[in-house]
């Protein structure tokens, strides 16, 4: 290339320059960027890094900063010199310079509120939405897949596999077996991992990476994120480098991972996790499943039903910390599908020897292909190093947080599986979108006290409010009543009467406070039920005021609520 000249023909003077770009999320970005600046006259070649977030520039010593900056914005980045001279100052120079904050900052002094948001699942990408909906930009920074647990390995892909199982459990064995002949299905595992894993990538690109691509005003990093202090995150990028994000506000929705049970010669064995256990292409001929709640029921029922043999092994009983009924309804369920229900039972040791697993019980042994350990979750905080901006933990290693979604630092929020709050996707979406309000000024609270919460098992188990003991334990009087399935004309329509329904009421006031329910589709009644609770509904007003279509299943809260004045055996058909 020629050196450059003045008008005059005499050399011009050339130097070296650097510019700090913000919002370019991959090398595709950085050859746009290139390709711009060397559009801008004056500029003799442009080398753009997208894991530092610059661009080193040859250029003559009048090219115009200014010209600079809006060929990059003119692509939807925000650019300024890292080491601005005086004579390079200037109008829109100057301005973004004052929230670019040197070679690897973004955050403080723009006029635009800037909020880091830690991770990209439900938590996240709803506190970012609501965040750039109300004038803020967002930094969301997100060290593994786009999506989170939900999406990618959690909700979707475990009631796909849940549905599936309930297919092949229909086609086999049915009240309606003697009118429509029962055949066994064949399973083909690997075609039905591939439905699901479509359908998982499908959601995820509609409903998080595609929404992220088209929003200017979200930067999206790909690394690990840990605190250098209460305004200042350090991201580890995993295309090389280190980026510093300075922000004005965090959201700390991190998520949790799978809880291992500190079991004797566990970790020298291939365990599953309810991740690999969805991931896996095979149905393994005996399964043993220690763990006794949401995730435990739901994959071991399914395993069950697409042909394994399944032992659960449960510490103490079914769902221990609910109504006790909702154990032993579920247990019976279970063991009259085939499914060995071990309560009471712990593994001491674990072995895995010449392509089994052994485990010694209380119980004797037991010898499975594959284990499953479905004993939680625990929030992923460790590497956070939160100390440095004093973010407060509870003994689970979760982190703490108000109704308004406030952690013990000024300026810092947390949502999500990562707090204490309840590890649902929705609770976690709720949060995020009112924690977004309050970062940006607002004030928002999240209010659980009508918390639905629903297990996918088959009878579903489905509660909202407090139970008789959760109630007692907070000095309120009860009265409850328990209707069995049997007396619901859905499910006897259906001839499938397992379960019930509990409606517990405070005794005084004879409000609903809670309710209870083991039922086939036992989650779609429970929202009438959390809405009859947020409205401070009587069981009087539940039994007499409101309209239920008759033969659905939701007809049984009116029947549970008439049980507290009469005997519903005694009713005729829809009987109001």
């Known amino acids: 290339m020629p050196e450059p000249k003045n008008g005059r023909g005499?050399?011009?003077?050339?130097?070296?320059?650097?510019?700090?770009?913000?919002?370019?999320?991959?090398?595709?970005?950085?050859?746009?960027?290139?390709?711009a600046l060397e559009s801008v006259p004056g500029v003799q070649s442009a080398n753009v890094s997208y894991a530092q977030g610059s661009a080193t520039l040859d250029m003559t010593t009048g090219t115009c900063a200014d010209e600079l900056i809006a060929a990059v914005a003119g692509l939807g980045y925000h650019a300024a010199l890292a080491d601005s001279p005086a004579e390079l100052r200037g109008g829109l120079l100057d301005r973004v310079h004052e929230w670019i904050g040197g070679t690897s900052q973004v955050g403080h002094g723009s006029d635009k509120l800037h909020i880091a948001v830690i991770g990209s699942?439900?938590?996240?990408?709803?506190?970012?939405?609501?965040?750039?909906?109300?004038?803020?930009?967002?930094?969301?920074?997100?060290?593994?897949?786009?999506?989170?647990?939900?999406?990618?390995t959690g909700c979707v892909p475990s009631k796909i596999m849940i549905r599936a199982a309930h297919i092949a459990h229909l086609r086999a064995q049915s009240p309606f077996d003697d009118g429509i002949a029962a055949v066994a299905p064949a399973i083909h595992r690997g075609h039905l991992l591939a439905q699901q894993q479509a359908r998982v990538d499908e959601l995820r690109h509609a409903k998080y990476e595609s929404i992220l691509d088209g929003n200017p005003a979200i930067t999206v990093l790909h690394g690990d994120a840990r605190f250098k202090d209460g305004r200042t995150l350090v991201v580890r990028l995993y295309d090389g480098g280190e980026h510093e994000v300075a922000f004005d506000r965090c959201l700390i929705a991190t998520g949790a991972s799978p809880a291992i049970a500190p079991i004797p010669g566990l970790k020298d064995t291939p365990y599953w996790t309810s991740t690999t256990a969805l991931e896996s292409d095979t149905i393994p001929p005996r399964l043993v499943v220690i763990g006794s709640s949401v995730v435990s029921v739901e994959l071991?029922?399914?395993?069950?039903?697409?042909?394994?043999?399944?032992?659960?092994?449960?510490?103490?009983?079914?769902?221990?910390?609910?109504?006790?009924?909702?154990?032993?309804?579920?247990a019976a369920a279970f063991r009259a599908e085939g499914i060995e229900v071990l309560e009471d039972t712990q593994a001491s040791q674990v072995a895995y020897r010449d392509g089994e697993f052994v485990l010694t019980t209380g119980q004797g042994v037991l010898r499975a292909d594959k284990l499953l350990i479905a004993t939680g979750r625990s929030p992923n905080t460790s590497s956070l190093n939160l100390e440095a901006a004093c973010v407060t933990l509870n003994p689970q290693g979760a982190i703490a947080v108000d109704a308004a979604m406030r952690t013990s630092a000024p300026d810092i929020y947390a949502a999500g599986d990562c707090t204490d709050q309840p590890q649902f996707v929705y609770v976690a979406a709720a949060a995020g979108t009112r924690a977004a309000i309050n970062m940006t000024g607002g004030e928002a609270v999240l209010?659980?006290?009508?918390?639905?919460?629903?297990?996918?098992?088959?009878?579903?188990?489905?509660?909202?409010?407090?139970?008789?003991?959760?109630?007692?334990?907070?000095?309120?009087?009860?009265?409850?009543?328990?209707?069995?399935?049997?007396?619901?004309?859905?499910?006897?329509?259906?001839?499938?009467?397992?379960?019930?329904?509990?409606?517990?009421?405070?005794?005084?006031?004879?409000?609903?406070?809670?309710?209870?329910?083991?039922?086939?589709?036992?989650?779609?009644?429970?929202?009438?039920?959390?809405?009859?609770?947020?409205?401070?509904?009587?069981?009087?007003?539940?039994?007499?005021?409101?309209?239920?279509?008759?033969?659905t299943m939701v007809e049984g809260l009116k029947l549970a609520a008439q049980t507290f004045k009469k005997d519903v055996k005694q009713l005729s058909c829809c009987a109001g």
């Open 10 to 35: 005499v050399l011009a003077a050339t130097r070296t320059v650097t510019l700090a770009i913000l919002g370019m999320t991959c090398e595709s970005c950085a050859t746009h960027v290139k390709t």
């Open 300 to 330: 071991a029922q399914a395993f069950a039903r697409l042909g394994s043999r399944v032992t659960i092994l449960a510490r103490s009983t079914l769902f221990f910390r609910e109504d006790p009924a909702i154990g032993e309804a579920l």
């Open 447 to 551: 209010d659980l006290s009508a918390m639905p919460a629903v297990v996918f098992a088959d009878p579903q188990v489905a509660t909202v409010g407090l139970s008789e003991a959760e109630a007692h334990l907070k000095g309120i009087e009860t009265d409850s009543r328990t209707l069995a399935l049997e007396n619901v004309p859905r499910a006897l329509a259906n001839f499938d009467t397992r379960g019930f329904i509990k409606l517990v009421i405070d005794e005084g006031s004879r409000r609903l406070i809670g309710v209870q329910a083991v039922a086939p589709e036992a989650g779609e009644l429970i929202q009438v039920a959390a809405l009859a609770i947020h409205a401070r509904m009587t069981v009087e007003e539940l039994a007499d005021r409101l309209l239920f279509p008759y033969l």
């Open 121 to 152: 699942g439900g938590a996240a990408m709803a506190a970012a939405l609501k965040a750039v909906e109300l004038g803020a930009r967002v930094t969301l920074i997100e060290r593994s897949t786009i999506g989170g647990t939900c999406v990618n």
